[in-house]
């Protein structure tokens, strides 16, 4: 069964701290701090504590799996600053003799390990993540990495893609091993600066943006094939440096030149819009909040100091993260926390309970915990579409199952099943259908 991609995706057990998971980190590379946001808001709420004076430029970010960490990376003197994200403060900084020109992290699913790419020596630090040191090197001999900037994790977590932007290709790590397995297969040679990577949310697509001409290659990742290009009616593509995505749209940051934001329809690959703004400047990264209320992105700008609120449903800019303490100073990398998953591997069936003057038509279903986003405190089952009519709450310390009785026989229900967390904040619902009785 193949496994879907979810933005912000992280694997948790259960949080004994709270972690607010309606939160958002900005890297403010001017002056090496960190802003913190409140994404239902949108304002900032303060700067994360850093006691170690460690944070020097902020030039990425990565939330830990269990969500308890954000590591920020300081690229001007090779380390990696630790924050507690309970507290806000950094409690640790990671360095190593391995660290040369770190430019990005990756954290494995698991929660185990995090790699971290070396433009400086074309290596690929492994960090295990219980100690917080560096225990290795991925460095291929047969395939050498030239120019590893950005990586990228199949859904699961076994696969990592790594851009080669020197040598125009990708190569494929495996992650249990941490050995190079070889190269993505490009007949058609439409590599050409590979930067920006990104899995597509259905799992099955790697998009590799082209830096150099203004393309996106689209990999098989079951194949490891290269299948076409993204078309560009719209000629929007500029110098492609980053690309998130989520449900049927990615978003393309065109950087320099044009900064503009492509939206790529992932279905047809196909370019369907173009997202422009007068703040938008130098945009390097790009970051997406999902909730059943909607869903944005976020757009840092660092010549302007802003970070501007795309709205999804229309692609166009709908305002920008309030600063009322004036803590934005050059932004340039964010992460947002992640919000709660739906649950998994729901199942519904029509029971009959037959008394001696009635017959009373239970629907019985069951699910699993989600297996990323914050740890659940309960679930919503509700009997429509819109999320009004409830038809009951079960705690998600409990037994993962609900029955709903005195139902019409000869007839199907459907049920949408929310996650809600701490924080009272919901997933987008889990659904399942549940089919009359076939009597004999």
């Not at 304002?43 to 969500?67: E, K, L, Q």
């Not at 929007?236 to 749209?249: D, L, N, P």
């Not at 649950?343 to 239970?362: E, M």
């Amino acid at each position: 069964m193949r496994r879907l991609c979810l933005t912000g995706i992280i694997v948790t057990t259960f949080l004994v701290k709270t972690i607010i998971s309606n939160s958002a980190y900005v890297g403010n590379f001017n002056n090496g701090t960190v802003s913190i946001f409140n994404t239902t808001t949108d304002t900032v709420t303060g700067v994360v504590s850093d006691p170690y004076g460690s944070i020097n430029s902020a030039d990425f970010i990565a939330i830990a799996p269990n969500g308890l960490a954000a590591y920020v990376v300081n690229r001007f003197n090779n380390t990696i600053s630790i924050i507690d994200t309970i507290a806000n403060t950094v409690i640790g900084v990671m360095s190593s003799v391995h660290f040369n020109g770190i430019y990005a992290i990756y954290i494995t699913p698991d929660g185990k390990k995090m790699y971290a790419t070396n433009v400086g020596n074309n290596t690929i630090s492994i960090i295990n993540l219980a100690t917080n040191t560096v225990t290795g090197l991925i460095n291929d001999i047969i395939h050498p990495f030239q120019g590893p900037y950005y990586m990228a994790l199949n859904c699961d977590g076994t696969t990592a893609y790594v851009g080669n932007y020197t040598d125009k290709s990708v190569a494929i790590v495996n992650v249990t091993t941490d050995t190079v397995t070889g190269l993505v297969s490009d007949l058609g040679n439409t590599f050409n600066g590979p930067f920006a990577l990104n899995i597509t949310p259905s799992g099955a697509e790697l998009y590799v943006g082209n830096y150099d001409n203004g393309t996106i290659s689209i990999v098989n990742v079951f194949t490891n094939q290269v299948v076409g290009l993204v078309q560009d009616p719209l000629s929007s593509f500029g110098f492609i440096s980053y690309i998130v995505s989520f449900g049927s749209a990615a978003y393309v940051d065109n950087f320099f030149g044009s900064n503009t934001i492509s939206v790529i329809n992932i279905p047809t690959n196909i370019v369907v819009d173009i997202i422009s703004n007068p703040s938008f400047d130098a945009i390097y990264y790009l970051a997406v909040s999902a909730t059943p209320k909607g869903t944005k992105i976020y757009v840092p700008s660092y010549f302007s100091s802003t970070v501007a609120i795309i709205d999804a449903a229309t692609n166009s800019v709908k305002g920008f993260v309030l600063d009322p303490i004036n803590t934005f100073n050059g932004t340039y990398s964010i992460a947002i926390m992640p919000s709660p998953q739906p649950p998994t591997s729901l199942v519904g069936v029509q029971v009959a309970n037959i008394f001696l003057t009635q017959t009373d038509i239970i629907n019985k279903i069951s699910w699993d915990a989600p297996n990323s986003g914050p740890a659940p405190v309960s679930y919503k089952i509700y009997r429509d579409v819109t999320l009004s009519d409830l038809a009951g709450t079960v705690s998600a310390s409990g037994i993962l199952q609900f029955e709903d009785h005195n139902r019409q026989s000869n007839k199907s229900y459907t049920y949408y099943i929310v996650t809600i967390d701490q924080f009272s904040s919901s997933s987008f619902p889990g659904i399942v259908t549940v089919a009359p009785i076939v009597r004999s």
